[in-house]
């Protein structure tokens, strides 16, 4: 059975830092691409960060420079270290883990970024 777990969320100041993990299980870990997509009030789910299975990492836009997605092949864990939030990151925050026609997802952890 696989199992994608987030941890971390929570309510943070504008400006404030948050570190998002997420676990899996069931999985060849390694061999799949690792996504954190969130999605928040009233908006469609988007990708914010990605990284493949050799490391090469992608951005949006919106939080490029702010945000650092990595992974940990021995330990199946993926994280997504956020800085400089703002208000309009709050959202749900998704782990995602692909490959091929295997598409899995997380619960979901929320972040609020409120003063």
């Known amino acids: 059975q696989v199992q994608l777990v987030e941890s971390g969320g929570g309510l943070v100041h504008p400006g404030g830092s948050l570190r998002l993990s997420c676990a899996a299980s069931g999985i060849i870990f390694s061999s799949y691409i690792l996504g954190w997509y969130r999605q928040a009030p009233g908006k469609q789910r988007e990708l914010v960060a990605s990284?493949?299975?050799?490391?090469?990492?992608n951005y949006v836009d919106s939080v490029q420079g702010r945000f650092t997605i990595s992974r940990d092949n021995a330990k199946n864990t993926m994280s997504l270290q956020m800085n400089s939030l703002k208000a309009e990151d709050t959202a749900v925050y998704y782990c995602n883990a692909r490959q091929l026609l295997y598409t899995y997802w997380g619960q979901g952890t929320r972040v609020t970024v409120s003063s």
């Open positions: 990284i493949t299975q050799g490391g090469t990492t």
